[in-house]
């Protein structure tokens, strides 16, 4: 009991903050610290790099005004329709490689070789395809998703437990009952692991089409800021665009997590 109380006493307290925090803090103040000095130091041209201070009003303005979350809503259902369009198509080509070694061997190289290739190159082809409405944008981002869910959900499916697969055959599982029941619950991980990649690059290709041919969108709006040299509006918008990325990565990830600990 002594022993115990001795210990106890001896303990180090933990810090209310981790010294990670601590870093990541430093780092951050450390960057707006640089910003602010480049804003003022004349290094660069005039209002390239603009001061927090001008960013900061220029966000309250953006934000305060309705013709932006139009723009937005306009962006955010291009891009979920991509990522919805591109992630079940990329679910049902990896499964169907990942199920079939014939299939993998004849036709996962191309995706290699083509998931790599920016997809913008093909903006031309989708604008003969579907106009220079919605609908190029959508097929963008949808090509741009599908990639890295379908070699993800490949590579998952070869990773699955050799048991599992037996148990459901040997219960005589229909290819959908093997689909749902066995499959996709086991590569939960890799499944979350490509929508989130997918996410981010059909954000990129939806973003890259709507600077090159839109009169709507975020896309539009930051390249307009930046035709007229209103480079605190632009900034402001990337931020923005910054935050609900980051915040979108991060919801993906937590509805993994959640439905990992509900399957526990």
């Known amino acids: 009991m002594a022993t115990t109380d001795r210990l106890t006493r001896t303990a180090a307290p933990e810090p209310l903050v981790s010294p990670v925090t601590l870093l990541r803090i430093a780092i951050i103040l450390a960057v707006l610290a640089i910003w602010e000095f480049l804003a003022h ?67 996962e190289g191309y995706l290699y070789y083509l998931g790599p290739t920016p997809k913008i190159i093909f903006f031309p082809i989708m604008i003969m395809w579907f106009g220079v409405g919605p609908g190029s944008k959508i097929a963008l981002g949808t090509l741009s998703c599908f990639f890295p869910v379908a070699l993800s959900v490949a590579a998952g499916m070869r990773q699955i437990d050799k048991v599992l697969i037996r148990v459901g055959k040997s219960f005589r599982a229909s290819t959908w009952q093997m689909i749902t029941k066995i499959y996709l619950p086991a590569m939960r991980h890799p499944i ?43 900034y402001a918008m990337l931020i923005v665009l910054f935050v609900l990325a980051i915040g979108a990565n991060a919801l993906v990830g937590r509805f993994g997590g959640l439905e990992g600990i509900k399957r526990t």
């Open 192 to 234: 979350i692991n490509g929508i989130r990649l997918g996410l981010g690059v059909a954000l990129i290709g939806t973003l890259l089409a709507e600077t090159k041919l839109s009169n709507k969108g975020i896309g539009f709006l930051i390249i307009n800021a930046y035709s007229t040299f209103d480079m605190p509006r632009m």
């Open 41 to 107: 130091s004349g290094l660069l041209y005039r209002d390239v790099v603009p001061s927090l201070l001008a960013i900061g009003k220029a966000l309250f303005d953006l934000l305060s005004h309705g013709d932006y979350y139009f723009n937005l809503g306009v962006t955010a259902a291009e891009i979920g329709t991509a990522l919805l369009i591109g992630g079940v198509s990329g679910i049902a080509v990896g499964i169907l490689l990942g199920a079939n070694r014939f299939l993998s061997k004849a036709f």
